[in-house]
Structures are given as structure tokens and as C-alpha cells.
């Protein structure tokens, strides 16, 4: 199985600011990485595929790199709604698909 | 614009049988092109994948649940249901059912709201 680190497990910034989430694998898993933002009570939200695509209707300020081990996704300005829990999620052996488990990004 | 809807007892005995269904509107599962997943987030934790089914009822299942899941389709109702077996307190979750595409891009672009299942006597 394909463990999926994410780090920090918290991170705390103010509206404005540059968010910088990590998220590193056990192996290889080329460009096949997506994360997920997650509202308290709600269900996760597609926000970046294959490691650096936005999905649909997702804001520019979000942009995700990395390939092989070590991927991130960036918030370049913290919106006040953009304050959740982040997954990465790893699909190089799909079907065994596996999720980070998370960083919650909160308000400082 | 595809929806899905989890539907479900909310309060299951230990050892029973967990059953789910999740109900996708706004597009049909025989069009085929996406797989149809089960998800679950214990409380306050992170998100598990339980399996997947195909509209032709291909399945693949988590290793660590697989021999107490099964998920099975019914293409007439546009339905797609879970069933875990033998469950504990620790099944105790979010169920999410979620659609995927069938290669490893992409990712899961339309979820149910969630459904809380809680194992107790």
C-alpha cells in the first residue's frame, strides 16, 4: 500500500497569506495525485487532478506541483473561506487508491 | 449536474449488516466512462476508500474491508448500494458514495452529502 504523508497536520495563517500544504508518498506515484478541500459538515471537494490541474470551477489562487514522492499545493492568497481540511489523495495503483490524512488549515 | 444522494439507516446493531444506497441523478450509471465509489471518514479522522462498481458490476473492494463488503448496482433504479457485514463500533463513520473516472487521472468530482452510521446497541 501507498502511504501519503501530509504535513503540516496544522497550519495557521491569516487571510492574505501564502499557504504552502505538503504531501509526500512511501513510492513513486508519478503525476497521479489530486487533493480534496473539505468544509466542517460537508463532503470533500475536487480541487487539483493528476498533480497540477485545476477541476472545474476551482479558483486560480489554488495550483498544485510536484511528481514521484513529493507533491504540494499552494493557496497563493488565503480567502476566508478557503480555511478547511485538505486531502492529497494517491491514484498511481488504481484502483488501491489511498488518502493523506490531512492538514487543517486554520485561521491565525 | 450529477447528484447523489446517500440513503440509509442511521443506527445499526453490532454484528449486523450495514446497507446503503446511493441514488445518482443528473446523469446515468449504464453510460458508462466512471466508476462509482463508497467513502468513509470515522469521526473527526480522515477518509477511507471502501470500494468501487462499474455499471456492469465490476468491482474492486479495499483490501482491508473486502471480506466484509460488498457493493452491487442496479442500473434500472440508477442506484448503486453498500453492504459491510459483521460490523463494530469502529464502522462507526461518514458513509460518502462518490464517482471517479476509471484510470488513475483524474480524481472523485461528484460526492453525496455524507450519511452518519453509527454501530450500537
Known amino acids: 500500500e501507498i502511504v501519503l504523508t501530509q504535513s503540516p497536520a496544522t497550519l495557521s495563517l491569516s487571510p492574505g497569506e501564502r499557504a504552502t500544504l505538503s504531501c509526500r508518498a512511501s513510492?513513486?506515484?508519478?503525476?497521479?495525485l489530486a487533493w480534496y478541500q473539505q468544509k466542517p459538515g460537508q463532503a470533500p471537494r475536487l480541487l487539483i487532478y493528476?498533480?497540477?490541474n485545476r477541476a472545474t470551477g476551482i479558483p486560480a489562487r489554488f495550483s498544485g506541483s510536484g511528481s514521484g514522492t513529493d507533491f504540494t499545493l499552494t493557496i497563493s492568497s488565503l480567502e476566508p473561506e478557503d480555511f478547511a481540511v485538505y486531502y492529497c489523495?494517491?491514484?498511481?495503483?488504481?484502483?488501491?487508491?489511498?488518502f493523506g490524512q490531512g492538514t487543517r488549515l486554520e485561521i491565525k | 449536474q450529477v447528484q447523489l444522494q446517500e440513503s440509509g439507516p442511521g443506527l445499526v446493531k453490532p454484528s449486523q449488516t450495514l446497507s446503503l444506497t446511493c441514488t445518482v441523478s443528473?446523469?446515468?450509471?449504464?453510460?458508462?466512462?466512471?466508476?462509482w465509489s463508497w467513502i468513509r471518514q470515522h469521526p473527526g479522522k480522515g477518509l477511507e476508500w471502501i470500494g468501487y462498481?462499474?455499471?456492469?458490476?465490476?468491482?474492486y473492494y479495499n483490501p482491508s474491508l473486502k471480506s466484509r463488503v460488498t457493493i452491487s448496482v442496479d442500473t434500472s433504479k440508477n442506484q448503486f448500494s453498500l453492504k459491510l457485514s459483521s460490523v463494530t463500533a469502529a464502522d462507526t463513520a461518514v458513509y460518502y458514495c462518490?464517482?471517479?473516472?476509471?484510470?488513475?487521472?483524474?480524481?472523485?468530482?461528484?460526492w453525496g452529502q455524507g450519511t452518519l452510521v453509527t454501530v450500537s446497541s
Open positions: 443528473g446523469g446515468s450509471i449504464s453510460s458508462g466512462g466512471y466508476y
Open positions: 462498481i462499474y455499471y456492469s458490476g465490476s468491482t
Open positions: 489523495q494517491q491514484r498511481s495503483n488504481w484502483p488501491q487508491i489511498t
Open positions: 493528476d498533480a497540477s
Open positions: 462518490a464517482r471517479d473516472t476509471m484510470t488513475n487521472r483524474g480524481g472523485f468530482d461528484y
Open positions: 513510492q513513486s506515484v508519478s503525476s497521479y
